[in-house]
């Protein structure tokens, strides 16, 4: 118990801004208003918008709304709320989510577009599993940007963890092959592959993306296969896309979603379970090791609504 | 692609606003709401669209709709010109201090927007303008930053200073100077670690180095994919640091880039380059109008504008080829048909599509309208009176030396292009086929 309520603190703290503006201006509308009618629709889908959830969930939970007020014969907007706040819940249900990796004998491939986070948050995900009793490595398949390997080393010296790489223009599935070697030398547990950061519209890169998956496959059919998309918590209806595209090459099991300590709403969160049923798994709330969160999205609406300090 | 149904819903509203004859006030906002859906998909911040929106409704529900044009052309042609000056219409280039003294370029941004990429890549296009510039990592928080530089300047074969990563930035940021100026730099960047703008011991930082060096431009780093929070974030580093210009990275994605236009509309600040790759190279001109058009997302939609433009070009043509006729062709006519004849894309594109014309006629009116002339005929007859262009006949020795005067021209210009304006006239006469014709192509009277 002690362990979630510090869990409920850093998300409220991790989200203060994001929650900070997206419940003055919803408290502002359902106490604000007298009525329900067309201006009331029109400042919800305005804070909604806001905050990233994008047009199309953003029509759909007020449809069900529209609709549910005209049912229930709602007249207050208060009363609203509450609705409100279950709609988006039942928009981001995609069932339980899955941490099976952390205990077994897995690979953790974490992939994104340039500069969303994906060795910082490697990272901070090795220092927790490590913290977890497991046995770790990092492997540095981003042989392209001008000192990733450098960096994800520093990350592996502050995890404390094992940390295999190669030369800048190397093949990257070398790389991956390597580090699959020494795993299964060491025995290690959890091997997380950070990658070069890449647009999802550059073919060649996306391929390159799928010839170290099959490695993977190949050379540690064993193990246990997590690849996670991470997605910037500032992008827009772009991440969207981001997630569509990287699903066609790898599997993707789960999305992690950086960078909420900003003022970014996160609403992308709602909008990638609500429109493509995939699992937010992580979230990043700052730069430090520790600021790493699972993500559990009803806990995440209540977050986004809730008022008492 | 999500935004394909988008596009083609827009088309239809367009479409069915074509096929009616005037344009109601529901019209406008049926097609309005599409506009709307099509820039918040792109990202545009909600409350640019909704300011956006209102401008065009205002324009659209007032009398330049009832010109007597098709007015869904209107409406299409309205939306693209709002979003097109919204976005400004020149590009801007790196302004660099004068005086011989040392041009000093600060880079800020989010993290992960692109800085110490895109610091590089700026220092490669400063090399090309022959100027030596100087990189500072000031970058002393993100593992391996300083690092990153250094492999990038090398590779652009642009020196870097650093002090490691135990030394403040604003200390980091003196000594380059120094360092600088002792070895004939004359531009120095400043790769600077990316911040929240809502970090603000962060911001005080980047403030803190511009109290300590006299910073010519700070160059804002966005993330061509920012969501909504573009606004948020250009104002605050606005106000609390002050940038003068903006890089937007990553536009080689597929991105719409509606932040590119929120970040224009809340700041006002140019944007000058977009960066179109991982490549050392690939950072290129920013082109404003081109932006408006792929925000908006629509390219079959502006060809339809592009038709509209043409058409509307065509009804004057048609007024002209009637003065024409009657042989009252008068300067304002000149007027109008220079216009036309810009939009087309200068003269010799035009006469090339002229058929029927022979080649000492070809240079006599190549020799009257030269494009490089256009300008200096522009300002004869704006120095006319109202008089003197309805009626050419008035301008005798006395109202011409006034025109020169006015137009700051010689009298000797003045006189050669009335001339040949009776010339164009006489024979606009003999070639009477050459007007309104199908195609609007060939409707200028020279
Ligand atoms: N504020 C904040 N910054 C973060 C978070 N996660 C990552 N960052 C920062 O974002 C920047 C980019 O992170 P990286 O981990 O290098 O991103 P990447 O995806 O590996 O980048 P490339 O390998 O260049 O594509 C760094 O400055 C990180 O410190 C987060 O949750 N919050
Ligand atoms: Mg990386």
Redesign the interface.
Known sequence: MAEKESFWKRLLNGLRKTRDNFMKSLEYIFNGFTNIDDDFYEELEEVLIMGDIGVRTTERILDELKENVKEEKIKEPAECKQFLIDSIKRQMDVGDTAYDFENKKSVVLVVGVNGVGKTTTIGKLADKLRCEGKKVMVAGADTFRAAASEQLKEWANRAKVDFIGGPEGSDPAAVVYDAIVSCKAKNTDILLVDTAGRLHNKKNLMMELQKINNTIKKEYPEAFLETLVVLDGTTGQNALVQAKEFSEVTDISGIVVTKLDGTAKGGIAIAIQGELGLPVKYIGVGETKEDLEKFDSNEFVDALFYTGE | ??FDSLSEKLQGVFKNLRGKGRLTEEDVKAALKEVK?AL????V???VV?QFVNTVTEKALGQDVMNGLNPGQMVIKIVNEELTNLMGSETTELRFATGGDITTIMMAG?????KTTTTAKLAGKVKLKGKKPLLVACDI?????I??L???GQ?QGVEVFSLGNKEKPSKIAKKAMEYASKNGFDVVIFDTAGR???DEEMMDELVSIKDTVDITQTILVV?A??????V??SSTFDDKVGIDGVIIT?L?????G??ALSIKAVTGKPILYAGMG?KLSDLEQFYPDRMASRILGMGDVLSLIEKAEAEIDQEAAKNLAKKVKKADFDFNDYLVSMEQMKKMGGLTSILGMMPGINSSQMSQIQDAVDDKKMAHIEAIILSMTPKERENPKLLNPSRKRRIAAGAGLDIAEVNRFVKQFEQSKKMMKQMPNMMGRRGGKMRFPF
């Open positions: 692609m999500a859906m918040l998909e792109a990202d911040n909600f409350k909704k989010l993290q992960g927007a692109g928080y993100r593992p391996a930053a690092e990153q250094q492999v990038n590779k929240l703008h809502v993330d994919m920012t969501g909504q929070d573009a948020n974030v990553k080689d994605g597929d991105t719409r509606g932040a991982e």
